[in-house]
Every structure is written in C-alpha cells, then in structure tokens.
C-alpha cells in the first residue's frame, strides 16, 4: 500500500519536471524579448484609420520572412504583424500605443527601424527590450562631432522614469548608453554605424522619438519608491 502511494505521489512530480536542454523553437519564441540591435529599416506604405485604431503597412526586406502573428518591434514598439503582401507586412496600433509613441506621427515614406524577436538561446548584444514604449521625448540637441553625433533628448520626469549615467535606454527601438544623465533629460552618443542604420539620421531638434527605460532601473525606483 506504501509503494502504490508514493507511486501514485510521484506521476505529478514527474509531470511537472521540466529541464532547461527540453525547451525548444516554439517555447522560446513564445518569450517575446528583444535586443535594442536593429535589424533593418522599413519604409511606411500606407496609412488606414479605423476607428482609435492605425494600420500601418511596411515595405522592408524582412517582410517576406514574417509570418501572421508574429511579434515585431516597430521603433522599438511591439506590434503584431496581422497580414502580409509581397515585401510589405501591416501592423495595427491601437489608441494606447498611439498616446504612447510617435506611430501616430507616421507618414508615407518614414522610415521605421525593426527589430523581430530573440530567441533565448541567442546572445543579448543590446540590453533586455520589452518593446513596451514608456513615454515620448523630444530631441532638443544634435551635436555633430568628429566621427560620432551627440544627441539630446528631454522627456516628462513625472511619470517616474529616471535615467542613470552609463545605464542603458532605448531610443526608438535602439539600444544606447546614457551619458549627461539628468532629472529630466539625457543624452547619448552615435558612432556612424548605427546613424546610417537607424532613422536617427533623420531625427532633427524637435523630433519626438519613443523612449524605453530599462526594465531592471524601472523595478529598482519602484522598490525604492516603497
């Protein structure tokens, strides 16, 4: 009677346990994370109004690698791709993205950076991105120096997001340093790579840009805010 009991304890057990080497593709892409590292830029094709809602439809050289429901950061924005044509794919923001980032100031022929989604088993080449846009900042500075850019960028300080000196900030889908860290403002610096890759080359004093601020800062003022 003993053995059948424990016999009986063990199949949960043995149900539940789960090794890390057993996970596989769709497990881990199921965990929607990404990187900061864009891949390519895309340029918007068409706009569509329906109610609260935008369509955007994007032209880009990954469009024919997607597939329906796949997670894409969009500007650093996750969004859905809900259809597909050829070299193009159609995203839709609602109202509460749109309040959130600059997707509502999209026009046709923007370009947009994109990042897909990480697998876990890959490297982390740019810090942990949720693709969840906090707030907006405007772009106040652009500094050109030798062989980089200084950007500038001032953003609201009452949602209780703060910046730290050398921490990590994603700036329309871009992972960058913090330098000049202030209350309500904060820089960072461009080497030519990522200028030439990434719409900052068009991000002018007045653009607004979207701003994530890094997942582990945000946990840690919220414990202190305690």
Request: glycine fraction near 8%; charged fraction near 20%.
């Amino acid at each position: 009677m003993k053995a059948e009991g424990k016999g009986r304890q063990a199949e949960p057990v043995e149900a539940f346990q789960v090794s890390i080497h057993s996970f596989n593709d769709s497990i881990l892409q199921s965990i929607i994370m990404f990187t900061g590292i864009i891949e390519t830029l895309g340029t918007v094709k068409s706009l569509e109004t329906e109610l609260d809602n935008l369509h955007i439809t994007i032209a880009s050289p990954i469009s024919n690698e997607l597939k329906i429901d796949q997670s894409v950061a969009h500007n650093g924005v996750c969004l859905t791709v809900v259809a597909l044509e050829e070299g193009a794919h159609k995203v839709t923001a609602i109202r509460e993205t749109l309040n959130k980032s600059n997707l509502g100031m999209l026009k046709t022929g923007d370009l947009v950076n994109l990042e897909r989604c990480m697998q876990l088993n890959a490297r982390l080449d740019g810090h942990i991105v949720q693709g969840h846009v906090d707030q907006p900042a405007e772009c106040i500075d652009v500094k050109e120096e030798k062989g980089s850019w200084l950007f500038t960028f001032q953003y609201d300080p009452s949602l209780g997001n703060v910046t730290v000196e050398k921490g990590s900030i994603c700036v329309n889908g871009i992972s960058l340093t913090v330098v000049n860290s202030q209350k309500d403002q904060f820089s960072a610096a461009i080497i030519p790579y990522t200028y030439e890759h990434t719409n900052l080359k068009n991000v002018k004093q007045g653009s607004l840009v979207n701003l994530e601020f890094d997942i582990i800062g945000k946990y840690v003022s919220r414990l202190m805010s305690r």
